[in-house]
């Protein structure tokens, strides 16, 4: 069984700064590409982040500039360093991996964490 979990959130002032950490663990093969998503009250799921296993990365427009996503493969752990914060970046967070367990990939989601950005 695999297990992703995050930690990090918060409340935090706008301009303020917050780091989020994603831990895979359980017994899987390898991690392809992972990302973050977010979701605000009364509004879609939105990818904020992805990170590929070759090391490249992708950012939504609304977070470019601002949030950096980065990895630590040695201990299955994705971040992403939140910069500039606006009330806008309140939402629950949370991570996606594409894991592979017994020769299959398969789509794996943490419960989430909650940051909360003030005006």
């Known amino acids: 069984q695999v297990q992703l979990v995050e930690s990090g959130g918060g409340l935090v002032q706008a301009g303020g700064s917050l780091r989020l950490s994603c831990a895979a663990s359980?017994?899987?093969?390898?991690?392809?590409?992972m990302r973050w998503y977010r979701q605000a009250p009364g509004k879609q799921r939105e990818r904020v982040a992805t990170?590929?296993?070759?090391?490249?990365?992708n950012y939504a427009d609304s977070v470019k500039g601002r949030f950096t996503i980065s990895r630590d493969n040695a201990k299955n752990t994705v971040y992403l360093q939140m910069d500039a914060l606006k009330p806008e970046d309140t939402a629950v967070y949370h991570c996606?991996?594409?894991?592979?367990?017994?020769?299959?990939?398969?789509?794996?989601w943490g419960q989430g964490t909650k940051v909360t950005v003030s005006s």
């Open positions: 359980g017994s899987f093969f390898s991690i392809s590409a």
């Open positions: 990170s590929t296993s070759g090391g490249s990365t």
């Open positions: 996606n991996a594409d894991v592979k367990v017994l020769g299959y990939w398969r789509d794996y």
